[in-house]
């Protein structure tokens, strides 16, 4: 966490973890985490598949299976989600922040026209009468790019494209107006072209209503001209965080500088992409030290025996490693 993100932090995750109990015994998805996300602003949590960047936000929004547990602080606007009652929580939950899913069948009812599902957002959450809802709700769904809003407005689920389907749950988590707003892999099943035209959606609709965005995803090309700032994950932890355009130009974990080298580039044949080798450790049993030792190529005796923390190495980036790649300026300053 960093000082300047404590005073105006809409969401603050303080020595937050995740634990699941499994008949295997006891598997730790998000160990310790610290993070904030200011008013505004937005935020791109990066990593693997396994790394525990859903589970974070799970979590927070009380939507973990039944055999998880939460343990730590998620302070929205300084009260604690964790600690709320079902009751408490199903209020904040849609009100003040809202999760729009990978797959959008899974948010939407498919028994339920889209009107009945959008109009019921404002009158549980907001007081709206059932004309103001659906005028609001139709607005709403100009807004996102719908074609033809009013006669869709009346379609089920099945009778919508994936691209449009996505936009209704998109409408529908802005509709009550949220402070925050986490996507969750928002765009992977989408075509490139429906992928671009999504992300500018959350990029202008954010904006407008200056909404804080998380972004969750494993990729970290789609994150450029989106976030502000990046968290990368492994095994359950942030090993680095900082502004998105620093984090391309000077990665400091190895990490993330295998995730950069991965991301496909039109001036590369495929056989030329660069892969990690390996494969994310077991978080029932993870390495003594860097969780990320058996994988990279920077690894060193001391990487082995003992787990970095998270260090700041200058203004707001930090990273976990003991041997983090040197930045530009002492580059240049030891040259």
Do not use: W
Request: charged share 25%.
């Amino acid at each position: 966490m960093h000082p300047e993100t404590k005073n105006d932090a809409l969401l603050e995750l303080r020595d937050y973890s995740i634990t699941f109990a499994t008949p295997d015994g006891e598997v730790k998805a998000v160990s310790n985490m610290n993070l904030s996300v200011r008013r505004g602003e937005r935020v791109a949590i990066v990593g693997e598949s396994g790394s525990g960047k859903s589970q974070t936000f799970l979590g927070v929004m009380g939507l973990l299976a039944k055999n998880g547990r939460t343990s730590g602080q998620a302070l929205l606007e300084g009260r604690d989600v964790l600690a709320l009652k079902s009751r408490e929580l199903d209020h904040v939950r849609g009100k003040d922040m809202a999760m729009v899913f990978q797959d959008p069948m899974t948010a939407l009812n498919p028994s339920l026209r889209i009107s009945r599902q959008l109009t019921e957002q404002l009158e549980v959450h907001r007081g709206f009468t059932a004309r103001a809802a659906s005028a609001e709700a139709l607005d709403m769904l100009k807004r996102v790019g719908i074609p033809d809003p009013s006669r869709r407005f009346n379609l089920y689920p099945h009778e919508l494209s994936g691209g449009m389907r996505q936009r209704i749950v998109i409408a529908m988590a802005l509709l009550t107006k949220p402070k925050l707003l986490i996507a969750d892999e928002p765009t992977t099943a989408l075509d490139v072209t429906i992928q671009a035209q999504i992300l500018d959606l959350f990029n202008d609709l954010t904006a407008e209503m200056n909404t804080a965005l998380v972004m969750i995803t494993h990729d970290l090309g789609v994150v450029a001209g989106l976030a502000d700032r990046v968290a990368v994950m492994y095994a359950g932890r942030i090993v680095e965080e900082a502004p998105v355009d620093e984090l391309f130009e000077v990665p400091a974990h190895p990490y993330t500088a295998a995730l950069h080298a991965s991301i496909p580039r039109p001036d590369q044949d495929v056989d030329q992409l660069a892969v990690i080798p390996g494969r994310p450790p077991n978080l029932q049993h993870l390495p003594k030290g860097c969780s990320f030792s058996p994988r990279c190529p920077m690894v060193q005796n001391d990487c082995i025996d003992v787990s970095p923390k998270l260090e700041i190495l200058a203004e707001r980036h930090s990273a976990a490693c003991f041997h983090p790649f040197p930045r530009r300026e002492e580059v240049l300053n030891h040259g």
